[in-house]
C-alpha cells in the first residue's frame, strides 16, 4: 500500500496552512450559521456577528457556497449573498479564520471573473481565502445563463487551466473560453502565487484528474469502511502520478444535544447526538486520513451562539492546528 499521508502538503497561502496539515483535523463551519430546518431561505440572523464569534472562538475556517438560483427542488438557498462578495465583506469583519467557497459552480462563470475576485479577497483577506470549484448540480441554473448542462464537465476542466494560468505574469494559454498572448496581466496576484483549488467530488472529471490538478479533495460523509476507501484512493492517485500529498475534507450536518452523552440518530448527511459521539466520530474520520470536517448548523435545534461555544469548548482543544 502507497502511504502518502505522512508526507506534507505544498505551501500556497495562509488559510490553507491553518486548515490543512497531515495526520490532523480542523474543524470549520459552514455559513450562514443559523438554524432553518423548515426553510430553504435563511434569515441570515446576526451574520456577521455569527462569524466573528468563530473567528474569536478559534474554528479554523467558515465556508461559502455558491448558490446562484434558489431552485425549489434543490431545498436550501445557502447564505444569499453572492459568495465573492460576501468574501470581501467577511475578510473586512474577521481577523484569523480562513473563508472558503463550497464551492464555486465553474461552468456558470467565466473563469476570468472568478481567478480576479478569488484572488481579490485572496487578497484583501491577507491570504485567507479557500476556493472549492465544482461543476455544478442543479440542471435548472444552466438554462437561465445560456449553458449547457451535459458539457459542463469540459468548461470546468477548461475553467481550472485558465485560473492556474491568470496566477502567472503575462500569461500565455489557449484556452476554449480565452486566448491568452502574453500582451495583457491579470491583477491582483494570488498571495502564495496560485489561488488554492479544492476539487468537488468527481466535477465531472475522472479520478485521476482529480488527484493530480487539484490542491485538495472536497467529498461528503460515508460510512467508515467507503469513506476510508476513497480517500485511500484518492491518495494512491496522487502517489501514482508523482504528486504531492494533498488534503480532503468533508461536510458533516451536525444537531448537538444538550447531554454530552447522548446517542446519534441519523439526519441529512449527518447526525443528532451529544458531544462525546460528535468527538468519537471526528476522530474516526482523523484516522481515515480526513483532515478537515465543515460542520453544518442547519438543522442545529439548540442555541446556534451557545451551540458554537459550546463545540469550541468540547472539540478544539483537540481538532485544531
Known sequence: MLNTQLQDFPTINRAYAQVFQPNKLTLGLVVPLEAYPDSAVPGMVQHVERAQLADQLGFSALWLRDVPFNVPSFGDAGQIFDPFVYLGHLAGATKSI????ASI???LRHPAHVAKAAASADALSGGRLLLGVASGDRPEEYPAMNMDF???GDRFRDSVDYIRAMAKDYPVAQTAQGSLAGRADMLPKPTGGRLPLLITGGSQQTPDWVAQNGDGWMTYPRDPVSQARVVGDYRRRIAASGGQNKPVMQSLYVDLQSDPSAAPRPIHLGFSSGSAYLKHYL????????NHVALNLRFNRADIEGTMERLADE???EFSL
Request: glycine fraction near 10%; charge should be positive; charged fraction near 15%.
Open 150 to 152: 451535459a458539457t459542463r
Open 98 to 101: 480562513a473563508l472558503g467557497v
Open 105 to 107: 459552480v465553474l461552468p
Open 315 to 317: 472539540l478544539l482543544s
Open 283 to 290: 476522530r474516526e474520520v482523523q484516522s481515515l486520513g480526513i
